[in-house]
């Protein structure tokens, strides 16, 4: 019997895949982070014999090529990607044996990229699932315009055809096992929110398999939101073949006098601590992003790429933890990182944040005049805002200071997590800031703001 193992990366949205029939084992899509595979594979005991991709990633830097060489595996790209490194070039309708039970088919499904493909796994030749990559999610389709505006007409087309090719190709009880679709900004759409899926399953809810495709793609154009920055420089680094991160390498220990001087020269120094420790007491000038939402998402996309970099976490294994994450989307270089208390890092007098909630803002409203910042993406806002709030999406927020109100701000998106990260901007740049750490839809129309 096959048995296909998820590997999850929440932070960035995404699954790999192990499947194995007891003996020999396929890996696809992994993340760069390969002993999370490794030690997965020896858990059960299985060999790797193949990796495969589904596409040349935009949201992290693949361990595909280094777990093949590692393990000494059928590394399969597709042959019609430039890559830079030996692989086994892999194309539509080619049949994968892995073992006298197991196979792999690929079927090409362009839409998120040209050369996307999706591999049905077979099982004594019955197709029990199919790997779709950033094909066919969860209720959705992976985006088609990662590749740039000039290809994303004929992308968001083929995603279309492909989407019915796989439904029409696979049989209703196969298993649809996307990459994307987890929180990834891959997606195009919102995702069903489902944990698992059939093609049948899809046929009955997925609109790129239940509405016409002009109206298909007219709504998933008028839907398509920016994406992370680093996105940009993924691509390259997975045609080159990256190599395996050192996680096992600590970085140079963060003193206080190393946090002064990364401050006083404008390096990013983030701390790591969930936003309610952080409002508690921090190290003047810090950001907070969190581990504890889309870390390497928010920290690649607001941090200019290549910048010096110094992590402060409560723990050694939270800031070990941030690494790995990084190391996903190709940010391997520490300027240093120290773990502990505020008072560990600094001789400075500790900041502090104000917390509020929704209810907290309608009462202070009746007293005195305070402006709102809403973070949250365009397309959040427009669904539903507190009347008179000035809305900055936060990946825009570090070029836009100059836009925010003066006086005191009352910063909020729909949680909380991506108000932190911008009060604590905002803070370092000198604004009288308060953070609404509340939930918008639960709490902002119920406190009796005006919300339209």
């Known amino acids: 019997?096959?048995?296909?193992?998820?590997?999850?990366?929440?932070?960035?949205?995404?699954?790999?895949?192990?499947?194995?029939?007891?003996?020999?084992?396929?890996?696809?899509?992994?993340?760069?982070?390969?002993?999370?595979?490794?030690?997965?594979?020896?858990?059960?005991?299985?060999?790797?014999?193949?990796?495969?991709?589904t596409h040349i990633h935009n949201d992290y830097v693949t361990g595909g090529f280094a777990l093949a060489q590692q393990v000494g595996a059928r590394y399969h790209v597709n042959a019609d990607d430039t890559v830079s490194f030996e692989r086994n070039p892999i194309r539509d309708g080619d049949v994968v044996e892995v073992s006298p039970t197991m196979s792999v088919r690929a079927i090409a499904t362009p839409g998120h990229t040209f050369t996307h493909l999706s591999y049905a796994l077979l099982e004594g030749g019955e197709q029990q699932a199919v790997f779709s990559g950033g094909s066919l999610l969860f209720g959705a389709t992976g985006r088609p315009d990662l590749l740039g505006a000039e290809h994303t007409h004929a992308l968001v087309h083929h995603q279309f055809a492909s989407a019915h090719r796989l439904a029409d190709e696979l049989p209703d009880s196969a298993r649809v096992l996307p990459t994307h679709g987890f929180g990834s900004f891959c997606a195009a759409g919102a995702t069903s929110g489902a944990d698992s899926s059939t093609i049948g399953d899809e046929k009955r809810v997925n609109p790129a398999l239940t509405h016409d495709e002009e109206a298909w793609v007219a709504d998933i154009?008028?839907?398509?939101?920016?994406y992370p920055t680093y996105y940009a420089h993924m691509g390259p680094a997975n045609s080159a073949g990256p190599d395996a991160p050192g996680l096992d390498a600590a970085p140079a220990?963060?003193?206080?006098?190393?946090?002064?001087?990364?401050?006083?020269?404008?390096?990013?120094?983030v701390d790591l601590?969930?936003?309610?420790?952080?409002?508690?007491?921090?190290?003047?000038?810090?950001?907070?992003?969190?581990?504890?939402?889309?870390?390497?998402?928010?920290?690649?996309?607001?941090?200019?790429?290549?910048?010096?970099?110094?992590?402060?976490?409560?723990?050694?294994?939270?800031?070990?933890?941030?690494?790995?994450?990084?190391?996903?989307?190709?940010?391997?270089?520490?300027?240093?990182?120290?773990?502990?208390?505020?008072?560990?890092?600094?001789?400075?007098?500790?900041?502090?944040?104000?917390?509020?909630?929704?209810?907290?803002?309608?009462?202070?409203?009746?007293?005195?005049?305070?402006?709102?910042?809403?973070?949250?993406?365009?397309?959040?806002?427009?669904?539903?805002?507190?009347?008179?709030?000035?809305?900055?999406?936060?990946?825009?927020?570090?070029?836009?200071?100059?836009?925010?109100?003066?006086?005191?701000?009352?910063?909020?998106?729909?949680?909380?997590?991506?108000?932190?990260?911008?009060?604590?901007?905002?803070?370092?740049?000198?604004?009288?800031?308060?953070?609404?750490?509340?939930?918008?839809?639960?709490?902002?129309?119920?406190?009796?703001?005006?919300?339209?």
């Open 273 to 452: 601590r969930h936003r309610t420790a952080f409002a508690r007491g921090h190290v003047p000038r810090t950001l907070n992003i969190g581990l504890d939402g889309q870390f390497s998402t928010y920290l690649g996309w607001l941090m200019p790429w290549g910048s010096a970099l110094t992590l402060l976490g409560e723990s050694p294994e939270q800031v070990e933890e941030a690494r790995r994450e990084l190391v996903r989307i190709g940010v391997d270089r520490l300027e240093g990182a120290a773990d502990g208390a505020p008072e560990d890092w600094t001789d400075e007098p500790l900041a502090s944040t104000p917390r509020a909630t929704f209810a907290d803002l309608a009462q202070v409203r009746h007293h005195r005049e305070v402006s709102v910042l809403d973070v949250r993406r365009n397309s959040e806002h427009a669904a539903a805002h507190v009347e008179g709030a000035t809305s900055i999406p936060l990946h825009e927020l570090p070029t836009r200071l100059d836009e925010v109100p003066d006086g005191e701000v009352w910063v909020h998106c729909a949680g909380g997590y991506r108000a932190s990260i911008a009060a604590s901007l905002l803070a370092a740049a000198g604004t009288h800031v308060v953070l609404v750490d509340d939930s918008f839809d639960e709490h902002a129309r119920s406190a009796g703001l005006p919300v339209v």
């Open 1 to 53: 019997m096959v048995h296909i193992l998820q590997i999850e990366t929440p932070s960035l949205g995404d699954r790999s895949y192990l499947a194995h029939d007891g003996e020999l084992a396929v890996v696809v899509d992994p993340q760069r982070d390969i002993d999370r595979v490794l030690k997965l594979a020896a858990r059960e005991g299985v060999r790797i014999t193949d990796v495969f991709e």
């Open 253 to 269: 220990r963060a003193d206080k006098d190393a946090v002064a001087r990364a401050l006083a020269a404008g390096e990013w120094v």
């Open 221 to 226: 154009l008028a839907g398509l939101e920016e």
